[in-house]
């Protein structure tokens, strides 16, 4: 049996899917569903059994469970970057991941678990994949870092290198509808492209760029479910792992990818940043990506312009999912 947590978000029903398309569907799939439309990513894909993710914990604390775990993807946790609670973000993202860390541990199962370019900050110290640098990272957010504490944690224990972390940059793709202000700017600008015919991005507030041309390591959903996969089969790979493009691209850019896709004729308006953010707001990240290409894995990856059309015409424009 594999383990799935977050496995109706994005890139966790994305993983089950992926599993489903090699032929395996003896998945325990955890999750909050609560009142959200997150159930929908889950109807196209087989798997066994589904637990509410505070049941698990409640059978995880009572060593419920036994032998034949195959694997755990631990991608469940609040991925809210302006969550201000930070008691809340400290249980679910840092205490949850290390009580199940510490339960693969002792057993010897394989664990892969969703680390963040959040760690990073601002970007000044790099982004750079280094174990042994991550003392050095000052994330910008408390989302940043709670999973900056797992990270420190697992490394003080001697973990990282019995583990797989998987600092994701920004990842789009089908199953995302459900993340309300968190969804990607590709799911917001097909919403308003379709809606008003424009799309609106942030000004910028830093001379060096000019409106729409900060730049982000944007990752395709699909990309980033095999490299974690990969990752996941490679007996060598431990520690820390940038999963991201390797590319740094404007959100202009972006738009245009967005209009393309769409067959319509570029139109963004830049709006005022919202006063919350304009401290905290990332101009320019780019994963380093060597670390992870040494692995030995040697896919290409999808293009942005590639990426955003497979987006919007086989899973925006005719309402699919994952699977379907």
């Known amino acids: 049996m594999y383990i799935v947590t977050g496995g109706a978000g994005l890139i966790g029903s994305a993983v089950v899917a992926a599993l489903n398309a090699r032929g395996i569907s003896n998945i325990l799939v955890v999750d909050h569903l609560g009142s959200s439309d997150k159930w929908k990513n889950l109807a196209p894909l087989a798997y066994d059994d589904y637990l509410e993710k505070e049941e698990f914990r409640e059978k995880l604390r009572k060593g419920d469970f036994g032998g034949g775990i195959e694997g755990v993807f631990h991608l469940g946790a609040c991925s809210s970057t302006t969550e201000r609670d930070a008691s809340y973000l400290i249980d679910n993202n840092f205490r949850y991941t290390a009580e199940l860390a510490e339960f693969c541990i002792a057993k010897g199962i394989r664990m892969v678990y969703a680390s963040s370019c959040a760690t990073y900050g601002d970007g000044s110290k790099g982004y750079i994949d280094d174990d042994d640098r991550i003392e050095e990272l000052r994330p910008m957010n408390m989302y940043g870092y709670s999973k900056q504490m797992f990270d420190l944690y697992a490394k ?159 899973y925006l424009l005719p309402g699919k999912y994952l699977g379907d």
């Open 156 to 314: 003080r224990h001697n973990w990282l290198k019995k583990l797989v972390g998987c600092k994701f940059s920004n990842v789009y793709g089908p199953n995302e509808r459900h993340k309300g202000e968190m969804r990607s700017v590709v799911l917001r600008a097909f919403e308003q492209i379709t809606t008003d015919g424009k799309l609106r991005l942030f000004k910028s507030y830093k001379k060096e760029y000019a409106h729409g041309e900060s730049m982000r390591d944007f990752l395709y959903v699909k990309d980033a479910v095999d490299m974690v996969l990969h990752l996941f089969g490679c007996s060598r790979a431990g520690g820390l792992y940038n999963i991201g493009s390797g590319k740094a691209e404007t959100w202009n850019s972006l738009g245009k990818a967005v209009f393309d896709a769409l067959g319509k004729e570029i139109n963004i308006e830049y709006i005022d940043m919202p006063e919350h953010l304009k401290d905290r707001y990332q101009y320019y990240t780019k994963a380093e990506m060597e670390k992870f290409y040494n692995t030995g894995y040697t896919r290409e990856i999808f293009s942005l312009q590639e990426a955003v059309r497979d987006y919007v015409v086989n």
